[in-house]
Every structure is written in C-alpha cells, then in structure tokens.
C-alpha cells in the first residue's frame, strides 16, 4: 500500500480521496478550505497544515484543483518537497498548455509525472467508477495505474505529456455540440407536433443516436434517469460544460484547429450560464431554445 499525498479536497477530490483510503491507502490531504479538509478527515484523510507536511515522504501525490493556474501553483509547492522520483498525478481538467508546463516542471525536479483528467462527474468520484484519461510516460501510467483504479473503472493511456487533457475536452467539445443538437431537435419535434417518445423511439436507434439522447436524453419520459427527470439537478453543472468548452477553444487557437461547431456550443452554453443557469444540469439548455422560437 503507498502513502499518497492528495492535494484539493472538494467535491471531486474528497471522495477520490476517500476511496483510496478505503483500499488501504496512506492518504495525506490538504486543502486550502478547512472545511473541506475537515470533511476528508471524517472519511479517514490525514490532515496536513500545508501541501510540504503532505507531500514529504509521499511516493505519490494527486492534485484535483479548480485550473491550470492553481495546480501550476500547487505544484510549483510540491515539487519543492517531493524526493526525486516521486509520482505527480494531477487530474484536474485544465488547459492543454499549463498541463504540458506542469510535466516540465516535474521532469525539471526528477519527479515522474501524469496528466490524469476524469468523467464520470460527483457520482463516479463516489462510486470510485471514473473513468481517467492519462497523458505521460509509460513509466509514469505504470506506476499510476494501480492507484487510479481505487478510483475508476477505466483507465486509458493516451499518449505522451498533455494527452490526457487533450482526450476530455475533445470528448467534452463532442459533448456539448451533440446535447446542443439532441435539444434543438426536440424543440423542432414539439413544433412539428411529434412526441418526446416518438422522436427518442426513432433516434435512439437510427443514424440520430448518440449519448446525448440514448443515455442522457434532456426531456423527461424516455431515459427516467437523465437529470430531466429531476428538474435539471446535476448530473454535469452547465457551468463545467463552459469551462470544457473554452478550454477546448483555447486549444483550437492555439494548435490552429478550425471548430466552429465547438465555438458556437461554447457561446450558447455561456449565455446559458449568463441567464443564472450555471448550477442546473446542461441539458437543461433546452429550455433556452424553447424560449428563442
Ligand atoms: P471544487 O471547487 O469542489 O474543489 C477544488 C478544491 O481545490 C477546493 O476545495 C479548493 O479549496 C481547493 N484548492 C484550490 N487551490 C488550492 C491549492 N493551491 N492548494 C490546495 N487546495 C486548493 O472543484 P471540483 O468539482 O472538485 O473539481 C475539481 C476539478 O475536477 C476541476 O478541474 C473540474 O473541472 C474537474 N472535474 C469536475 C467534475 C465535477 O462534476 N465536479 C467532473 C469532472 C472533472
């Protein structure tokens, strides 16, 4: 069993945390929030007053913090602590770049290091069921492994430094297009007087069909688990969905990618937000479709 440093607590890390305290892991937490390092103790975290007191004689440290600012500066404090060949994992989804920046800091202090971004929202942080999209060495994702399945179910190597963050927010970009779509049809059905289930009958097993409809479908009736069923309750915070979706525009910027689906999701789910909805499920934008027609 190693002992693990976890650094950033809240409603993603403390329950990864928990999990790995639950497969016999040493865990060492910090937060900035002592509420939230409070609440980890309760699930059998180790509370340290500050990220040097969690990270020394760690063989691995976990980062889930808020964006790339934040862990570049966490990890510029942890690297400062951590010996030599000690395992860096940060799964917070951040941009392509500071991620990237992240990997040299590491390789600059000795240090093995892992860009591990998860879906699978709250839900899966509990139920120790995310799935984790890695970026780094082999040595690294080897390492890693067996610690990131206390934590989910699927573990996939993508490729070299940053590819892990490149793999979510290209698979949250197809995301947010696609829920944007699956809404606008609906809004068109109902005009078109053609039921919610009728149009879920058809698309959900033809060339229509995607996660979007079959799993997550944003009316209530056809899929009784989605969050339509529950007045919009996340599910995945619309809010989430604006971050993934401006980190993926700044990626396409950066690396020259033409996404202009992607950029149009982006505006849509900002004015969403704008309208005070950052806190519903995001397929509650069908609402605002309904009210533009
Ligand atoms: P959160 O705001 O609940 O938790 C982040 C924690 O980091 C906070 O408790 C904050 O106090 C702490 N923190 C910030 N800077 C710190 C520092 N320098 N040192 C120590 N602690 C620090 O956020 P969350 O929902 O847990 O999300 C974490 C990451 O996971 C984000 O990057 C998010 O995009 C990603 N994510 C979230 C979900 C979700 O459903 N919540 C799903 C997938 C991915």
């Known amino acids: 069993m190693a002992r693990i440093a976890f650094i950033g607590l809240g409603n993603m890390g403390g329950p990864m945390a928990a999990n790995l305290v639950k497969s016999g892991h040493e865990v060492l937490g910090f937060d900035l929030a002592a509420s939230v390092l409070k609440a980890a103790e309760e699930s059998g975290v180790k509370p340290a007053s500050h990220v040097s007191q969690a990270v020394k004689d760690a063989e691995i440290v976990i980062s889930m913090l808020p964006q790339g600012r934040h862990v570049l500066t966490a990890w510029t ?16 989804t951040i941009d392509v770049e500071s991620s990237r920046k992240a990997h040299e800091m590491a390789k600059a202090a000795s240090c093995l290091s892992l860009d591990a971004p998860v879906s699978g929202g709250t839900g899966g942080a ?4 995310l799935t984790f999209m890695a970026g780094g060495a082999d040595e690294a994702f080897a390492k890693a492994k067996p610690i990131l399945e206390a934590m989910g179910k699927k573990i996939v190597h993508c490729g070299e ?52 409809i079959n799993t997550y479908c944003p009316v209530p009736g056809p ?30 910027l950066a690396s020259g990618a033409s996404t202009p689906l992607g950029a149009e999701a982006a505006q849509l789910f900002a004015l969403f937000e704008k309208q005070g909805n950052g806190g519903r499920d995001f397929s509650a934008i069908i609402e605002m479709f309904r009210e533009k027609t």
């Open 77 to 92: 404090d942890i690297l400062q602590s951590a010996a030599q060949g000690t395992l860096v994992i940060d799964c917070s």
């Open 126 to 129: 509990s139920a120790g069921t």
């Open 161 to 212: 430094a940053g590819a892990g963050q490149a793999a979510k927010i290209c698979n949250n970009m197809i995301l947010g297009i696609s829920m944007v779509g699956v809404c606008e049809a609906f809004v068109l059905a109902e005009k078109l007087g053609l039921s919610h289930q009728a149009l879920f009958d058809v698309a959900s097993t033809s060339s229509g069909q995607c996660w979007s």
């Open 223 to 252: 899929v009784p688990t989605s969050p339509a069923n529950n007045s919009y309750k996340p599910g995945f915070a619309a809010a989430l969905m604006l971050k993934d979706l401006r980190l993926s525009q700044e990626a396409a």
